[in-house]
């Protein structure tokens, strides 16, 4: 009766096992930030009006800094600048780890506002774009909601019509080559998923999951009450099936072979001024004059411009778990059940001899 009830319980662990549980193996919260990603003092590749600062200068400026459970990142907002003088200074983070298949969620309590802002929080290869594809989960300029989640790739990536999702797909072809670099862009379907709008209700919740078979983007703002929980309070195992429709979706397929378009990339986290988008459409969204010269003469505008984090993680694939949570160490204690399994088959045939 003991062998029997040791491989029922067994039985029971393998056939309520889920294939889409993802596993905590980053948890960045305050000054956690600062261990998990790299200062990039580079010259800005949208040619922005910004100086992309190292870390010493970030902190020692306060452009970079934690208290408690916030992390925040910044522009300048005190500085006038000659047309001569390098740009304004700002931050651009990248991620020490690059990632394939993976699930990275962000808790974010303020995204960078005012005319001429274009933040941005993404995944790429900076060293190999655009080959190895790039995935913006936020990304806007002007303070012009909503949000859109875009893939950029190289040739022979297309996105097929009528995909189910809650946001609105744009162009479908993901070429960084056609149109400008528009991507294959899905705007969110809610306005207040950007810009001032999205700061007014302290903020919300972007997620990404990334497999060779899919990627797919959510938004939740901070009071929405279907927000998972799991993704929420940062448990050591999520479920993504169970976290509902998402914004956008991208499927690979005949047209898109994501897996070809995609390799190993960093998470991104930065701040530019006017550049190749927020510069070419200052005016058309509401912003008077030039946007480089609005960017040295009001340094104050950019007293909102910053980023803080509640928490951003990272989670991988692991062993599939059991569901509810409450059976949990069954299936983490398969591998004991299996050697207690042969320990009493031991003990059977000895006494059986």
Same mark, same amino acid.
């Given at each position: 009766? %003991?062998? #029997? ?6 039985? #029971?662990?393998? *056939? ?42 970030? /902190? *020692?400026?306060? #452009? ?9 990142? /910044? ?7 000659? %047309?001569?003088?390098?740009? /304004? ?5 990248? =991620? ?24 941005? %929080? ?34 022979? !990536? ?51 999951? /990334? ?30 099936? *169970? ?12 047209? !898109? ?13 930065? #701040? ?62 398969? *591998? ?15 006494? =059986?001899?």
């Amino acid at each position: 009766m %003991a062998i #029997l009830r040791i491989i029922t319980l067994w039985a #029971l662990a393998i *056939s309520h096992t889920r294939a889409t549980t993802y596993r905590l193996t980053e948890n960045w919260v305050g000054h956690d930030f600062f261990n998990g990603f790299n200062h990039e003092n580079i010259a800005d590749p949208t040619h922005g009006r910004v100086t992309y600062v190292d870390e010493a200068t970030a /902190r *020692s400026d306060n #452009l970079s800094y934690a208290i408690g459970d916030s992390f925040v990142i /910044r522009a300048d907002y005190t500085s006038l600048l000659a %047309a001569s003088d390098p740009g /304004r200074k700002s931050v651009r983070l990248k =991620s020490k780890t690059a990632y394939t298949t993976h699930v990275v969620a962000f808790d974010i309590r303020h995204i960078p506002q005012g005319c001429a802002t274009w933040p941005a %929080a993404w995944e790429t290869d900076d060293n190999n774009w655009p080959n190895a594809g790039e995935a913006d989960i936020i990304e806007g300029v002007n303070d012009v909601s909503p949000n859109q989640g875009t893939l950029h790739t190289t040739a022979g !990536c297309v996105m097929p019509s009528g995909i189910q999702q809650t946001g609105a797909p744009q162009q479908l072809d993901c070429n960084y080559a056609v149109n400008y670099n528009a991507g294959c862009g899905v705007k969110v379907d809610k306005a207040n998923s950007y810009g001032p709008s999205f700061n007014n209700i302290g903020g919300g919740y972007y997620a990404m999951e /990334r497999t060779p078979d899919f990627i797919r983007m959510w938004f939740w703002p901070r009071n929405d009450t279907s927000a998972p929980v799991d993704m929420k309070t940062g448990k050591l195992v999520i479920d993504t099936d *169970s976290w509902g429709e998402p914004f956008g979706y991208w499927p690979s397929g005949p047209s !898109c072979n994501l897996a070809a378009h995609f390799g190993p990339n960093n998470i991104i986290i930065n #701040l530019t001024l006017c550049g190749d988008w927020a510069g070419a459409v200052f005016n058309n969204d509401g912003c008077s004059g030039d946007c480089v010269d609005y960017v040295n003469n009001n340094p104050a505008a950019f007293r909102d411009a910053y980023w803080e984090f509640k928490a951003a993680r990272v989670y991988l694939q692991g062993v599939a778990l059991l569901q509810p949570e409450s059976e949990l160490n069954i299936i983490e204690n398969k *591998s004991t059940i299996l050697s207690h399994v042969k320990i009493f088959e031991r003990v059977h045939l000895l006494k =059986s001899n």
